[in-house]
């Protein structure tokens, strides 16, 4: 089949790379000149703008976006909307806010434009290893585009089955889905990167109290001088923990186990934020993940206002003082 893609970064790139590598043929662009040269030298066909980009594309085209969330993506999309017709397919395959697809679903069915939001993840180890996809939209589309989903998902490989699954669709098992109208694969991404969050904030704090164990604070004679690394690296062979995520955790402790290249300080790419919204709107309790999400927050400043709280009332009711300054 033959896709378009428009966003040649990170994972726009690298999706393009593994369509090809499945016999499937790309038209690209991005704003990136060198981006776009880039991908031609390796066999997608270039163009130079997105009237260009639309002109190369067979009927029905298919049309994915992967923009950064918000106004970049709107933007293109609408000026998509003036080039396409009636029973193309525009996918966006970012991370945007689930009310946005509706909203985008509902302008584009008016031009009979059939509209996808995929939630993709795997980042910049797609290539390798494949694409998890999380899609909503039209489902006559999804179906229609079912071989390029197909070559992007990283397939059963060597994860065992899962037992009593009879019944229930199997392309899951490939590691895509798809799971309702639109704005429901980027719901159903936002909160799997708002459990990500949670997962990251419990390996962070269970790493941060094995390093400390030998600090001052503890009794000498139960001082314990660990391994992080090699700690890391037993909990992946058969511990009820191991994940992906701790597999990138060993990776990184193995390069340097004092992760001296880095700062501490930790961004939200917005989907926590939206999953705690929408845990409000439901009245769903949501503690592990909204004390994820806030941490990302502490971690942009030296002191919040909340720790000088803290110290006003500990010297108010015990007469407690902050240590002198160093």
């Known amino acids: 089949m033959q896709l378009g893609m428009i966003g040649l970064g ?3 790139g690298n999706i393009v790379r593994r369509l090809m590598h499945a016999s499937h043929s790309c038209v690209v662009y991005d704003k990136s000149t060198a981006a776009v040269q880039g991908l031609a030298s390796e066999g997608a066909s270039a163009s130079r703008d ?10 029905p085209r298919a049309v994915w976006v992967m923009l950064p ?8 999309i609408v000026e998509l909307a003036g080039l396409l017709d009636a029973g193309d397919i525009l996918i966006d395959g970012g991370n945007s806010f689930f009310h946005d697809d509706v909203a985008h679903a509902e302008m584009l069915q008016e031009k009979g434009i059939r509209y996808l939001d995929v939630g993709t993840s795997g980042g910049v180890w797609g290539l390798e290893r494949g694409y998890c996809m999380m899609i909503g939209g039209d489902k006559a589309a999804f179906e229609h585009l079912d071989p390029i989903f197909a070559a992007l998902a990283p397939g059963i490989g060597t994860i065992e089955r899962t037992p009593g699954r009879q019944g229930h669709d199997p392309r899951a098992e490939q590691g895509y889905l798809y799971c309702g109208p639109a704005g429901a694969g980027h719901f159903v991404k936002m909160v799997h990167n708002g459990i990500e969050y949670g997962m990251m904030q419990a390996y962070a704090e ?3 109290i094995l390093r400390n164990v030998n600090t001052p604070v503890v009794p000498a004679n139960r001082r314990y ?3 992080l690394t090699d700690i890391a690296e037993v909990w992946r062979r058969g511990s009820v923990v191991a994940s992906w995520l701790l597999d990138l955790s060993a990776i990184a402790l193995a390069e340097d186990s004092e992760l001296k290249e880095f700062s501490g300080f930790v961004e939200d790419s ?11 709107e439901e009245a769903v309790p949501a503690d592990v993940l ?6 990302r927050f502490r971690s942009r400043q030296d002191h919040t206002f909340a720790e000088k709280i803290l110290s006003a ?5 015990g007469g407690h003082q902050e240590p002198g300054k160093s």
Do not use: C
């Not at 009237?51 to 594309?57: E, I």
């Open 225 to 227: 001088q660990l391994d």
């Open 10 to 12: 990170r994972m726009g």
């Open 313 to 317: 009332m500990r010297k108010q009711f």
């Open 50 to 59: 997105l009237a260009d980009f639309v002109r190369q594309l067979e009927k």
């Open 290 to 295: 909204s004390a994820a999400l806030y941490t």
């Open 69 to 76: 969330a918000g106004a970049i993506t709107h933007g293109t």
């Open 270 to 280: 917005g989907e926590g934020r939206w999953t705690i919204e929408a845990a409000i």
């Open 206 to 208: 269970g790493f941060d």
